[in-house]
């Protein structure tokens, strides 16, 4: 919070009651032993000039004494004070940052000082006494006045283009960064509708190829082979227009327990390929986001068993532990070295697992099978 606006209206505060004390005083006390002429004219000059003040200070937007008005009047009031007081050096000077404040422009500001000082030094010419001192002073007051002035108002020039350009600079700032957080948002919406394809849609299409292929090498010589296939391949793509429209948003997806789930998927997976899978699935009841992680897991780590590792066994292991649910996938397959894989799936898995704060490790060696280890923290369960 910028709290300049502030100090400067206790600045002014200050300097009012400055102006009050040290200015407008002393002339009404200079009076009070000089005839009744000068007396009371001073006091009803100042009293004018405190009213005028206190109008243009409480009542900013009257129409009866604005800025220029209560100048103009200050400096008559200068000039007469000077002649009757015999000076007026001192008034003129307590009264020189009125001028800055209550004027638009620095050429204007000099200008009613000028005309100020030029009326103290006519009032005091034109009085019964003469002091050079005084006249030495307010010649003083006007060209320092007027140079430092001059001097605080290019501080606060300066300081209130700096103050633009920083601004400028952070509504810059802000625009970019909104836009970076724009560009990293898209990237992210980007990466999860490819994980999300190739984890849903492309494994469907894969297996429907698959499915078609063997079909029509079947229908020749063995229909019935080939129809289990047809039916194999209706069912894959119907599951696929689902998760289409779960993908999309025009369809729910399914919540609750994730054994059942696991386990259509996995007869498929034997239906299809012809392994032996080994299971034991826990019946877990996750949430929505869990639920689809160790689904989404399960479906590309099969794929992968399916595409790659020319296994004949596969085993399937879901527990519920105190840390949380657990899902182990094996099988005695080729196996591979993890570091050197560069598929999608793998990564996708690892950031499923790290959104929802769990953990991910891949154990193989050419020739020893593979062993997927997936756990998800107890809290979304």
């Not at 289409?244 to 369809?251: E, K, Q, T, W």
């Not at 689904?295 to 066994?313: D, I, W, Y």
């Not at 085993?315 to 560069?342: M, Q, W």
Request: with cysteine.
């Amino acid at each position: 919070m910028d709290h300049r606006p502030t100090r400067v209206r206790i600045l002014r505060r200050w300097y009012a009651g400055f102006w009050v004390l040290f200015g407008l005083c002393p002339p009404v006390v200079a009076v009070q032993d000089r005839g009744d002429a000068t007396k009371y004219s001073t006091w009803v000059l100042i009293a004018v000039l405190a009213a005028g003040y206190l109008a243009l200070t409480v009542f900013p937007r009257n129409r009866i004494v604005g800025p220029t008005r209560f100048l103009c009047l200050l400096i008559v009031v200068l000039g007469v004070t000077a002649n009757l007081l015999d000076g007026g050096a001192a008034f003129f000077i307590i009264s020189l940052p009125l001028f800055w404040i209550y004027t638009s422009t620095p050429e204007r500001a000099v200008g009613m000082i000028t005309a100020a000082a030029g009326a103290t030094a006519v009032g005091h010419l034109t009085g019964p006494v003469f002091s050079s001192g005084n006249a030495i002073f307010t010649v003083l007051g006007y060209a320092g006045g007027i140079l430092l002035g001059v001097w605080v108002d290019q501080v606060i020039r300066e300081s209130t283009e700096r103050t633009r350009v920083l601004g400028a600079e952070l509504e810059r700032t802000q625009s970019d960064l909104a836009a970076a957080h724009q560009r990293q948002g898209a990237a992210e919406e980007r990466e999860r509708m490819a994980r999300d394809i190739h984890d849903t849609l492309a494994q469907g299409f894969a297996s429907i190829i698959v499915l078609a292929e063997a079909a029509r090498d079947g229908i020749g010589t063995d229909s019935t082979a080939a129809a289990k296939q047809l039916m194999s391949i209706e069912r894959t793509a119907r599951e696929n227009l689902t998760e289409a429209r779960v993908l999309v948003g025009g369809g729910p997806a399914e919540s609750g327990g994730i054994a059942q789930t696991l386990r259509r998927v996995l007869d498929r997976f034997v239906e299809d390929t012809g392994l032996t899978v080994h299971a034991e699935l826990a019946d877990i009841v996750c949430d929505q986001p869990a639920r689809i992680c160790l689904l989404r897991c399960t479906q590309e780590s099969l794929a992968n068993v399916s595409k790659h590792a020319k296994a004949n066994t596969v085993g399937v292991v879901l527990s519920h532990t105190e840390a949380g649910p657990e899902l182990e996938i094996t099988d005695d397959g080729i196996g591979f070295t993890p570091h050197e894989a560069r598929g999608f799936g793998l990564i996708g898995m690892r950031n499923r697992l790290a959104e929802l704060g769990g953990e991910f490790a891949v154990t193989s060696s050419p020739g020893e099978g593979t062993r997927i280890f997936a756990s998800l923290p107890a809290g979304l369960t």
